[in-house]
């Protein structure tokens, strides 16, 4: 006779079923935890503008890259991790050298996080990147050097850098050098000529009469005046040569490497070049002049501001003499 009252020993127990249950319940909790921050962890990586990657140095293979690698680089994930020539690839020529020389310091610093480098996308368009990479160490002998580093597109910042340089080197006007610009790159020509004991020469320009034109024909028309002078500077100058605007009507040139003769010969083209200049305001038309004066380095020149003192007073004599010439100190 079976009695009712007896448990069935096949059967778990109430408190031991309970447990299961709420340990199957858990466990379901911690598996749908975990699929919401792979959920969160994979949102955050598209929605991180800058690429995530990982790289074994050894067998030299992509292992990971994040999705943003195809929206700054424009190309597929799926081919990088198959070929590490991709990223290679990808790499504006001139920087190739640098980029990877780069990456093979980490194995030295451990770090490197000033690298910065072009890039061309899939549509063509050269673009900054700045990736800093780290070494992944590993504790245990053997194990493969894994790098990993993240790349951020600083395109955006880099032509707001430039723009900024821009500003503070050019005159506004003319889009020549500025005064300050000028003379810090005819400075250092000059110390670069002492050093090396090559020729270099110095020229200061005037425009004849510029306060005469401003009061006859308006600032508009001096202002415009200007602009050409600079035009007929970068065409008649060689390439090389430094030009800039130092003063109101005044301008200055730095012939690295050119003898006395032959930077006459380039004063002559751009006085040349000045002369032929025609403006038209209203019905009337008018031309301008210059006065140049022309110096060159010597031994006995220990800074800048003696060819600079020779030249302004070359070009001072020539318009004692008349104005429109050159004259050589």
């Known amino acids: 006779m079976v009695n009712n009252n007896q448990k069935d020993s096949s059967l778990p127990q109430w408190p031991e079923a309970a447990q299961t249950l709420m340990a199957l319940m858990h466990a379901q909790g911690e598996v749908a935890r975990l699929s919401e921050r792979e959920q969160l962890f994979s949102s955050l990586l598209v929605s991180v503008n800058a690429v995530l990657w990982a790289f074994n ?5 992509v292992l990971y890259v994040s999705p ?3 929206r700054i680089f424009g190309r597929s994930a799926a081919l990088l991790l198959a070929d590490y020539n991709q990223w290679r690839d990808s790499i504006y020529p001139d920087d190739l050298e640098y980029a990877e020389r780069s990456l093979a310091e980490v194995l030295h610093k451990g770090a490197v996080e000033d690298r910065e480098y072009r890039i061309i996308d899939a549509d063509g368009q050269v673009r900054w990147i700045s990736d800093k990479c ?5 504790e245990e002998p053997g194990q493969p050097v894994i790098i990993v580093g993240i790349a ?3 395109t955006e910042k880099k032509q707001m850098e430039t723009e900024l340089q821009r500003l503070a080197t050019t005159d506004v006007l003319t889009q020549s050098s500025n005064r300050r610009h000028f003379f810090e790159c005819a400075n250092r020509e000059f110390e670069e000529a002492r050093l090396q004991g090559a020729p270099l020469a110095f020229l200061l320009l005037d425009i004849d009469d510029f306060k005469v034109i401003n009061d006859t024909y308006g600032h508009p028309e001096g202002d415009n005046v200007l602009q050409r002078i600079a035009e007929c500077g970068r065409a008649s100058l060689r390439r090389g040569d430094l030009f800039g605007r130092i003063g109101g009507e005044e301008f200055a040139a730095v012939f690295p490497g050119c003898a006395p003769d032959m930077a006459m010969q380039v004063a002559e083209r751009l006085q040349q070049e000045i002369q032929r200049l025609s403006f038209s305001h209203g019905e009337q038309t008018f031309g301008i002049t ?5 110096t060159s380095l010597t031994p006995e020149d220990e800074s800048l501001d003696s060819l600079f003192a020779r030249a302004d007073a070359a070009m001072y004599e020539a318009k004692r003499q008349g104005k429109n010439r050159i004259i050589s100190a």
């Open 152 to 154: 951020e597109d600083i």
């Open 68 to 70: 943003a690698y195809e």
């Open 134 to 138: 780290f070494i992944n160490r590993q």
């Open 290 to 294: 210059v006065s140049q004066g022309l």
């Open 57 to 61: 140095w050894e067998t030299r293979q």
